[in-house]
């Protein structure tokens, strides 16, 4: 169940509670009689529910990092702050944007609902805004028939999800006003084909070939990449992102157990 629904009803099931009891039981109560205890427990856990519920909902929300799909950006691992509000102000639970502040640009990194499953957060970073065609042929970003400059930065090695031993070609990248890092695989397709979903929505505005894929993003809709282009479950195989599953903007590590060095680090 969603995070944010679950301290809804516990915000409402608290202010019921106590409400009722103020209301209600309170006036018929001697001064020396003791509040009941579930009473007690609503009146204590309601405000600290209501804060930790406006800021998550409002303010920051933390993320854990799952996967490697964004190395060399944030490491499996990682713990981040995403702002809320950078891309409008939204109703918590059913997520519908009730204020215009931004829109997200080229080379953010973004947390969003998953497509095809809005239960589940993803990361990535935004590569198509509405209205840009996006060309990834032979390792090669193009958005609007611009070359996105890639210029090589060693080796960076690491583990996988399946404990191998991996050693990807880094190189930098300026994607908008975000210069970050990027890891390619040169020996693995840039689009396995035979995995892309034939169904997602605007599937029309894609076309794949065994080099590559170029798609125009359409309106209201969002073209999503992982840093670890080669290793990354992403907008080429499961298609756009759509505004209403925008969750927000990732800006910050706060922690990491396995390297405190992260701890600060601000996300580019």
């Known amino acids: 169940m969603d995070f944010a629904l679950i301290m809804f009803v516990a915000l409402v099931v608290t202010g019921v509670i106590w409400l009722i009891d103020s209301l209600i039981f309170k006036p018929k109560r001697t001064k020396d009689a003791k ?15 209501l804060a930790v519920f406006m800021l998550r909902s409002f303010l920051v929300e933390p993320f854990k990092i799952p996967s490697g799909s964004m190395l060399s950006t944030l490491l499996v691992g990682d713990f ?4 809320k509000y950078t891309y409008g102000i939204r109703i918590p639970v059913i997520n519908t944007k009730i204020l215009e502040v931004s829109q997200p640009k080229n080379g953010d990194v973004m947390v969003f609902r998953y497509p095809q499953d ?16 996006v060309r990834y042929y032979n390792k090669k970003l193009t958005i609007n028939g611009k070359a996105i400059s890639q210029e090589s930065d ?22 908008g006003e975000h210069t970050h890092k990027i890891l390619i695989l040169p020996d693995t397709p840039t689009v396995f084909v035979d995995q892309v ?30 840093d670890n282009r080669d290793s990354s479950n992403d907008s080429r195989y499961w298609g756009f992102v759509p ?7 990732a800006f910050m590590i706060w922690f990491n157990f396995d390297n405190l060095k992260r701890i600060g680090h601000f996300i580019e």
Do not use: W
Request: charged residues 15%; contains cysteine; proline residues 6%.
């Open 243 to 249: 505004d209403r599953n925008i969750v927000g903007r």
């Open 197 to 226: 979903n034939s169904q997602f929505p605007h599937r029309q505005n894609c076309d794949y070939n065994d080099e590559g894929f170029t798609c125009k993003v359409p309106q209201g809709y969002y073209f999503m990449m992982g």
């Open 35 to 49: 509040m009941p205890v579930l009473a007690e427990y609503a009146q204590s856990f309601f405000p600290v529910i």
């Open 80 to 83: 981040i702050l995403v702002n």
């Open 118 to 133: 809005p239960s589940l957060d993803y990361i990535k970073r935004v590569v198509g805004v509405p209205g840009d065609t």
């Open 154 to 175: 060693g080796i960076f090695s690491y583990v996988d999800s399946n404990l191998n031993a991996v050693s990807a070609n880094q190189y930098t990248e300026k994607l």
